[in-house]
């Protein structure tokens, strides 16, 4: 395997509370640096909410779900509200396994999950 990054995340802002990051490739180890790149990029939009779109996702290792914790604890340090959209039944079941879904809210759709972050979050982080 290739050290190349086989990932892109293209940051968009949503409104004024909320970011996407939009996936495109693979999420493994690799992709560490593109993926909080574009987190910081995200926070210094000093946005509440980001959503993970992953209409572009190809592939997921378990290193890309080791990099999703990391991204989860650093928005809980932060105060920021994660959400997703465009995972596949297969990446849903495994959000779902991991209990990643109890922390990141999952929505079918961008539109979805863009209502969702427009709703004032409940205790999110406890």
């Given amino acids: 395997m290739s050290n190349t990054p086989k990932i892109r ?3 968009r802002q949503a409104d004024g509370d909320t970011c996407i990051l939009e996936v495109h490739g693979e999420l493994t180890t ?4 593109q993926l909080m790149a574009a987190y910081n990029e995200a926070c210094d ?5 980001i959503l993970l779109n992953f209409n572009g996702l190809e592939y997921m290792s ?8 990391t991204l989860l604890i650093r928005a809980q340090r ?5 959400l997703a959209c465009g995972l596949d039944d ?4 495994i959000f779902e396994l991991t ?6 809210s999952l929505h079918p759709d961008e539109a979805s999950a863009l209502a969702a972050a427009a709703t004032p979050a409940a205790q999110a982080y406890p």
């Fill in 99 to 104: 209990r990643l879904n109890e922390a990141i």
């Fill in 9 to 11: 995340v293209r940051v």
């Fill in 90 to 93: 297969h990446y849903r079941h």
């Fill in 45 to 49: 939009r000093n946005v509440r909410n």
């Fill in 30 to 33: 690799f992709a560490e640096d």
């Fill in 78 to 82: 932060q105060q920021k509200r994660l």
């Fill in 62 to 69: 378990s290193s890309g779900i080791g990099l999703l914790v």
